[in-house]
C-alpha cells in the first residue's frame, strides 16, 4: 500500500496488519482498506468512495455464482444488458434499470470482465460507492487493475 500511497499522493494509516490507504480522486475522498481472512470472516480489499451526490437508485454488481443462480431461479431480480458474456457472468441488481444500463457502458463492462476470475464485487448506495475484491491484495499491478475499475465507474457516474 505504500507504493500505491506515493503513486496516489496520499497517506497509510493504521497497523500493519489493517492498514488504510487514504487519497482524493477528482476531488472525492477515496479509502482503501485491505482485511485479512480469518475462520469467521472472509479476506477482503475495498476501495470506498464518497460522491459528492446521490445516485438515483442503489445498484449492486456481483460475480455470478451458484447461490446467485439459485436465488434467480427462485425470483430474485436481475438487469440484463444484452451482452451474452457479461450477462453470463455478472449479476445486476437494482430497481432502476436506466440507471445500470447508463452505467456499464462497453469499457467499464470489458473491466469488469477483465476482473472476473477476482470475483469483484460493486456496490453504489446513495453518495457511498464500494469496489471489492474477496483477497488481500499484494501486487501493484492488481491495486491498479482494481483502482482502474473504481475509477473507471466512479468517473461513469460524474458523467451521468
Known amino acids: 500500500m505504500e507504493q500505491q500511497a506515493l503513486k496516489r499522493n496520499g497517506t497509510v494509516v493504521g497497523s500493519f496488519l489493517l492498514p488504510v490507504l487514504k487519497f482524493s480522486h477528482h476531488a472525492l475522498p477515496v479509502v482503501v482498506t485491505s482485511v485479512p481472512g480469518s475462520k469467521y470472516r472472509q479476506a477482503k480489499t475495498e476501495i470506498s468512495i464518497t460522491l459528492l451526490k446521490s445516485a438515483s437508485a442503489n445498484l ?12 434467480k431461479a427462485l425470483g430474485a431480480t436481475d438487469v440484463q444488458l444484452r451482452s451474452d458474456e457479461f450477462d453470463r457472468e455478472f449479476l445486476i441488481k437494482t430497481q432502476d434499470e436506466s440507471l445500470a444500463r447508463n452505467i456499464l457502458n462497453f469499457t467499464l463492462q470489458q473491466k469488469l470482465l477483465e476482473m472476473k476470475l477476482e470475483k469483484p464485487r460493486i456496490a453504489l448506495e446513495g453518495t457511498w460507492l464500494a469496489v471489492q475484491i474477496p483477497r488481500v491484495v499484494k501486487t501493484e499491478e492488481k491495486y491498479d487493475q482494481l483502482f482502474d475499475l473504481a475509477f473507471t465507474f466512479v468517473d461513469r457516474v460524474l458523467e451521468l
Open 60 to 71: 449492486t454488481i456481483v460475480k455470478e455464482s451458484v447461490a446467485t443462480r439459485l436465488g
